[in-house]
């Protein structure tokens, strides 16, 4: 594979658009515009000396949908999208419910397997680390849980401060076996 196709999933507001623009475009903007349709944005990035050409998908929240199921949205969202060789699942450290959603997200996805199959690897990633005060989500916990019970990859960042993300997407790389 040359080109590396990435969906970014998480619940509303965790921050998955300013991941991506921060990984992107080094930029960072405290506005909330809610993502409503697929976003494709699509780098060629450079890891350890090597060229790789990304395809990252930024997906709206079922949520946005008037949807019931996981099937549903991702008919309404994945229209002529093919397979995935990845996932982000993102929720905010600060909110106890995008991490609830998270778990459904791959729950579903390994259920459904609607853009990939049980191969595909998943990344789980604690986004607005900079708000340590209002963590509610215990680091160690989830780093347990995800490491080891779910065998993903997992990453806490910041998208406001730029911290780990490009850890994250050198994970990422080397997860579907790049880097
Ligand atoms: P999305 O709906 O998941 O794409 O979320 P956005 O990328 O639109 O971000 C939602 C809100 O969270 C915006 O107001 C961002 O400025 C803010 N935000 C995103 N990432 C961070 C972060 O790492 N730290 C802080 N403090 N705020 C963030």
């Known amino acids: ?16 658009s300013a991941i991506v623009r921060q990984f992107l ?19 060629a990035v450079v ?11 930024d997906f709206p929240p079922i949520s946005a949908f008037p949807v019931n199921t996981f099937q549903e949205w991702a008919d309404a969202c994945c229209r002529g999208l093919r397979s995935v060789h990845a996932y982000i699942l993102v929720y905010d450290i600060c909110c106890f419910d995008s991490f609830e959603y998270v778990k459904t997200i791959r729950q579903q ?3 459904t397997r609607v853009i990939g199959t049980s191969e595909t690897p ?3 990633v604690g986004n607005k680390r ?16 995800v490491r080891k ?14 911290w780990h993300i490009l850890l ?5 790389l080397k997860s579907v076996g790049c880097a």
Not at 25 to 43: Q, W
């Open 1 to 16: 594979v040359s080109t590396y196709r990435v969906a970014v999933l998480g619940a509303r507001g965790v921050g998955k």
């Open 25 to 43: 475009y080094n930029e960072f903007s405290e506005v909330c515009v809610p993502t409503t349709a697929r976003r494709l944005y699509l780098p």
């Open 47 to 57: 890891m350890n000396g090597h060229v790789h050409d990304l395809q990252i998908l």
């Open 109 to 111: 996805i390994l259920e």
């Open 122 to 124: 998943i990344i789980i």
């Open 130 to 145: 900079d708000l340590q005060r209002g963590r509610v989500i215990p680091r160690w916990n989830v780093s347990h849980l």
């Open 149 to 162: 019970t779910w065998k993903c990859g997992y990453v806490e960042c910041s998208a406001k401060y730029n």
């Open 168 to 172: 994250l997407f050198s994970e990422l």
